[in-house]
């Protein structure tokens, strides 16, 4: 049997400081993990990247390739954003696919993929009136958006721990999810 792959999507938000805890909790669970970076996200890593290539076994991707370019990546199974930053969230939500990050994941559930994703944002930022219309908007798409007692309750400004991020309930909810064998396009 072939190994299935994960692209684990992570932008700049607090718990992407430990993203390789994501990509081993992935792994643990059989996944060949692919890991992308928003930009953002990137420019956190940038001095520490190869540990993470050397960690996944691929290139870890941030940008979009140019016309003509060949995938450095192979094919994905299905695909995890967490955390999912705020900012993301809301733009991923109006179809904007600005980064290779958004990319992916607004064609990919459109194409039959597996999606799931976990935020990770203050009560603050959940207040603002666009996150629940970009919420309904992707799981309307048929994205499975992990909040409440499912997956990330947002914490009170300035009180998050980023290393405690439920890693566990976003494999749960991948596992559980690709398994429901959605033929892709
Ligand atoms: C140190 C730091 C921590 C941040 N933590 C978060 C966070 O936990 N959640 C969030 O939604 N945004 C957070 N932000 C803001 C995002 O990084 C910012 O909105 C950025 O534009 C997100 O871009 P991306 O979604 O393309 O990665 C943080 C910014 C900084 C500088």
Known sequence: MTT???????CAAGPTQYIDDGVRAAQS?????CL???PSAAHWWQERLTELSALTGHAVRSQYKRPGEGD???KADAMLVAPLSCTSLNKWGAGIADTLALGLVSEGVNMGLPVVAMPYFNQAQARQPAVARSVTDLRSQGVIYL????GYRSHRPKHGDPKAFPWGKAMSAINTHSRQGIPPL
Do not use: E, F
């Open 4 to 10: 299935r792959v994960l692209y684990l999507i992570a």
């Open 29 to 33: 669970s059989g996944w060949d993990v």
């Open 36 to 38: 992308v970076l928003t």
């Open 72 to 74: 450095s990546l192979p």
């Open 147 to 150: 909040d409440g007692a499912y």
